[in-house]
């Protein structure tokens, strides 16, 4: 028996298994709903010994859905249609697996729950009171836990983004000019992928043209994009004009993240004993973790644990571990 898990996002498809097989594949859902489960199925083509599938989401959120209901019976719709008549769970906030037509039933519980399934995988390494970072290519969740569970104050989108737990910044799409407003172009020219290809953060990636300008991913365009931000372009700015502006970029998302992790460790944790860090953009958290707070807490990183393609995928690969423990009885 295979369990795979999914992670149907906004601007990736991402599925893993218990054994650390793990895909994520770019897929710009608010521009194309309908191509949705023929995206799935190609993705879950890939995992031809699947006997199972458990799910997350935040696509929902998508502004191509009217209401976050719409969105989650359209993901399940999608995720059915790809099972074929497998057997499919839905991870919740309440820590539980749940069937389709309950979760359409009770679509706020598992809408935008991916974050939930990671701290509940993570909480295992943890040790008294802790905290999950997760930087991703869009946002990042500050998780707190304790006796060995998520104990986060809001459990919706727009609860933990009042309370800190949910923060718009990540290092792939966020765009330059909701980092540094008024001192750059107020356009979309350029996102947080360019300012780390042009740092090295990042692996340039040819084949990748989800970006600004529609030009693939690679330290030459990332450099014209960032160009236009300061109103140049390519050849009248120079490499280390942008490389400054790179390096503005990576202060404000550390000044960001460091803000709301004081902020959540504060309200409802106190002392810190271990934090767990994961994401695709888990470099930026080096800074972060020498803050005070962290002073004698141990730290886990699970790109190191699981290795970065796993970590990248972590809330499918954390699914799937779950959903396997907890299977339901034949």
């Not at 998780?143 to 792939?172: H, Q």
């Not at 372009?233 to 790179?246: F, G, I, V």
């Amino acid at each position: 028996m295979t369990v795979l898990g999914l992670d149907v996002g906004g601007a990736n498809l991402k599925a893993a298994t218990a054994d650390k097989r793990a895909v994520s594949v770019p897929f710009a859902l608010w521009k194309q709903p309908d191509q949705l489960p023929a995206a799935l199925a190609e993705l879950v083509k890939q995992f031809p010994n699947a006997t199972e599938m458990a799910v997350t989401m935040t696509g929902e959120l998508c502004d191509c859905f009217e209401t976050k209901r719409q969105g989650v019976n359209a993901i399940l719709d999608a995720v059915e249609y790809t099972a074929k008549g497998l057997p499919v769970r839905v991870w919740s906030t309440d820590g539980t697996l749940m069937g389709t037509s309950a979760s359409r039933e009770d679509y706020l519980k598992v809408a935008a729950a991916n974050w939930h399934a990671t701290a509940t995988y993570a909480a295992q390494f943890t040790t008294g009171p802790a905290l999950m970072i997760d930087v991703g290519s869009t946002t990042t969740d500050i998780i707190p836990i304790r006796d060995g569970a998520p104990c986060s104050e809001g459990k919706t989108d727009s609860e933990r983004l009042a309370a800190g737990e949910l923060v718009y910044t990540g290092v792939r799409r966020t765009p330059i000019c909701a980092l540094l407003g008024e001192s750059v172009a107020a356009e979309l020219f350029a996102t947080t992928k360019d300012a780390y290809l042009l740092l090295g953060w990042i692996q340039e990636s040819p084949e990748d043209c989800d970006t600004a300008d529609g030009r693939p991913a690679t330290v030459r365009n990332a450099h014209a994009r960032l160009s236009r931000m300061l109103g140049g372009d390519p050849e009248l700015t120079s490499t280390d004009e942008t490389r400054r502006l790179a390096e503005q970029v990576f202060s404000k998302q550390d000044d960001i993240i460091e803000d709301a992790v004081i902020r959540v460790a504060d309200i409802m944790l106190g002392s810190i004993q271990t934090v767990v860090t994961a994401g695709s953009g888990e470099f930026l958290l080096d800074a972060v973790t020498r803050h005070p707070l962290f002073e004698g807490a141990a730290r886990i990183s699970l790109s190191e644990h699981l290795g970065p393609t796993v970590s990248a995928c972590a809330a499918a690969y954390a699914l799937a571990v779950l959903a396997t423990e907890r299977r339901p009885p034949q």
